[in-house]
């Protein structure tokens, strides 16, 4: 983590839903998220929008994402969410979430 308050923050929304900060910088680092409209899927994007406008956040802001992210691995996703919950180290933690990333990342 660098020493940015928005890295910090964005490892504590993720820590908030009881991952480890490996499993939290696993999952950060294989959605590349940031400010902004995420380079997402449009049908992942349509569900990130909804969820947050449901729940009082913002789609736009990474607050919102990881928001979003987490309830979704919590309610959504739970098979990945339960991969995540076991893995130890960062790279545990990439493969782990690879089948939930596939299907909000845009490839280009």
């Not at 499993?23 to 400010?35: F, M, P, T, V």
């Not at 992210?69 to 739970?78: D, P, Q, R, V």
Request: proline share 3%; glycine share 6%; hydrophobic share 35%.
């Amino acid at each position: 983590m660098t020493s940015s308050g928005e890295s910090v923050g964005r490892e504590m929304t993720l820590l908030d839903g009881d991952w480890t900060s490996q499993q939290a910088q696993g999952l950060l680092d294989s959605l590349k998220i940031n400010c902004g409209v995420p380079d997402w899927k449009p049908e992942a994007l349509k569900r990130l929008c909804e969820w947050c406008s449901s729940h009082q956040e913002d789609a736009t802001t990474v607050q919102g994402q990881l928001e979003f992210i987490a309830y979704e691995l919590l309610h959504s996703f739970k098979a990945v969410g339960i991969l995540l919950k076991r893995a130890e180290t960062v790279e545990e933690a990439k493969q782990a979430v690879q089948p939930y990333v596939r299907r909000l990342v845009s490839e280009r």
